[in-house]
């Protein structure tokens, strides 16, 4: 089983700062899958970026070049 990083009480105030009054379990697990998925992308090709510059570290514009 592959570990998981984002907290559910974090999913939970992000909905809530979105306006929703109250938030599901289910709806906490969905947003932290979706988001967790597509951080995984980001940081892959925030990798793939930083390696095609020669460089080992990953930096903060290569993350939002990524994201784009």
Known sequence: ???KIL???AMEK???KCGAPRVSE???EAMKEVLENYGELIG???V???LHAGRKTV???DVKLAAK
């Open 1 to 3: 089983m592959e570990q």
């Open 7 to 9: 907290p559910l009480a």
């Open 14 to 16: 992000l909905l809530k």
């Open 26 to 28: 289910d709806a906490k």
């Open 44 to 46: 892959r090709k925030a």
């Open 48 to 50: 793939e970026i930083a």
């Open 59 to 61: 930096k903060n514009g």
